[in-house]
């Protein structure tokens, strides 16, 4: 099926590794041009920006270089995210202000740098990554699923209000997936118990009985960024195994 991404500048946010980085190698084979970004020094994209994007300003620098080097940004994946095993109680509010700063306001910088260019060019995709989470909250992963939540929010709100300016944003909620966040040594399975036992248990409580693949994730985002999806926004894509439920 030809997406038509090829030409298409696209830049993803926590792409050096799981899901993002299987994005960035999946819009590639597109023959997209890839702007990846990570804490890590080397990525895989034709330009790779080395950030730590829960810094203000970071998001902003990571759109800049990439509009230096290509003159636009077509596609905007905010991907970067991360949290820990802990309880509501145990949060602090320095903890809220970390997953506020890496899991919301990470995206919320990186469109705000974007929307100026592709308001002008009356074209853009953005696809932020949320989480089941965000629309089932986790008593093990409160501080994220509340900011995953936010996500949700903020995904419409821009749908809402940038359609008259030819931008499409959509929101993917993915069940827990097969990368290191995960199945890591010291991941989200170790900080709960036997690695083993914890995954077993993660995956039976699926429909379709375990963890998804990052490139299974990836295929969904990529699709939401293709003109396969050019009547697509405003949408949360649940990419879960069937674990979360809508009642309508």
């Not at 992963?141 to 821009?158: I, Q, T, W």
Request: charged share 20%.
């Amino acid at each position: 099926m030809e997406l038509g991404l090829e030409e298409k500048i696209c830049v993803v946010t926590g792409s050096t590794a799981g899901i993002g980085l299987e994005v960035a190698r999946q819009l590639q084979c597109e023959g997209a041009h890839v702007v990846t970004s990570g804490r890590r020094e080397d990525g895989v994209g034709d330009l790779h920006v080395a950030a730590d994007l829960s810094r203000a300003g970071e998001p902003g620098r990571l759109i800049a270089e990439t509009i230096n080097r290509f003159g636009r940004v077509d596609c905007l994946i905010n991907n970067v995210g991360g949290t820990d095993i802990r309880t509501l109680d145990e949060l602090t509010d320095d903890d809220w202000q970390s997953s506020f700063e890496i899991n919301l306001m990470s995206a919320i910088r990186a469109t705000q740098a974007a929307l100026p260019g592709m308001r002008d060019r009356k074209s853009g995709v953005i696809v932020n990554v949320s989480s089941s989470a965000g629309k089932r909250p986790s008593p093990s992963m409160p501080d994220y699923s509340v900011m995953k939540a936010g996500l949700l929010s903020y995904s419409r709100l821009v749908a809402d209000l940038y359609a008259k300016d030819g931008i499409r944003c959509n929101a993917v909620t993915p069940g827990p997936t097969a990368t290191d966040t995960w199945v890591g040594e010291g991941g989200l399975a170790d900080q709960q118990g036997n690695r083993d036992d914890v995954l077993a248990a993660v995956a039976a409580g699926r429909p379709l009985g375990r963890l998804a693949e990052a490139d299974e994730i990836a295929s969904v985002i990529v699709f939401l960024c293709s003109a396969r999806a050019s009547f697509v926004t405003g949408a949360a894509w649940s990419a879960d195994g069937g674990t979360v439920q809508i009642i309508i």
